[in-house]
């Protein structure tokens, strides 16, 4: 063997004889095996507690079918022609969709509000950032009930501003008028705190040169706003929108807590009815073809949202 071929051979490089001249396919097989080891504890989970779960709740909702009991009867689409004659649930929907619609304008504007004054780099604004995160950390049921002392008539925070003023306090979660609002503040106050992160995380990738650049040509603070701000932060804008909407169409604790459902079955959701056709009445096959009803309106909003987002790119 000449020295030149005994310096390049597998052994003097420290490849392994075995892998020197492997064929390209096996290669690609051992990647493919290696790649979904890695991904078997995912795939694992996913089928079990997210595929399997959705597939099943499908069957299901073709069924007449008792949470307790051995009823299994086969029905077709009757639980989906039911569904949209019903009542209660007609006016489940007519209120998430209210509370949706309200609550995730303000939300995206408290939220992008919050992250320009706290976008700063000093140990106040830092601690204020922290402050207005903490809320987030919460249970629906802490939250619910800071905020039913809160909007209490008689010993609550609102009761003695309306008082001092020489006014009657009003019973918000008692009211059909108020009710709606005070369900929207609540849930504000609450999740302000991760879309207003998600925020700040956006603001900190915009190049402070854009800023400088605009200052020198005298441009207001909204000019600034308008044309540097706001389409740097479009992505991050589509973001927060599609995850509130999918957030806010699940509405359950607040209005379940804090109403009931009340007053009149103005702040029933489609959640608190679905939970309650399922687990209260066991008809778990009606319940079923609610909940895909509801995950049809979340994947619509969402796709619609980030069409019209890729349609103004």
Known sequence: MTAAHSATSPKHIGISPRFAFEPKSSAKRRDGLAALAFLAPYLIFFVLFLAYPFFWGVWI????????????KFIGLANYWDMFEDPIFRVSIRNTLLFTAITVPVMVAASLGLALALNR??????????????????????????????????????????????????????????????????????????????????LQQIPQELYDAARI?????????????LPSLKRTIVLVVVLQIIGQLQIFGQPLIMTGGGPADRTRSMVQTIYETGFNEWQLGYASAMSLFLFGVMFLASMLQLYISRQED
């Open 61 to 72: 909702s073709f069924h007449d079918w008792e949470l307790v009991g051995t009823l299994r």
């Open 121 to 202: 780099e000093n140990r106040f604004h830092a601690v204020l950032r922290v402050i207005f995160f903490t809320s987030s950390v919460f249970s629906v049921t802490v939250a619910t009930l800071i905020w039913i002392m809160v909007l209490s008539p008689d010993r609550g925070l609102f009761a003695h501003l309306f008082n001092s003023l020489g006014l009657q306090p009003i019973a918000f979660l008692g009211s059909p008028d108020w009710a709606m609002p005070a369900l929207t503040i609540t849930t504000v106050w609450w999740s302000v705190g991760f879309p207003m992160i998600l925020f700040l995380a956006g």
């Open 217 to 229: 040509d005298n441009a207001s603070a909204w000019r600034r706003l308008t044309r540097i701000t």
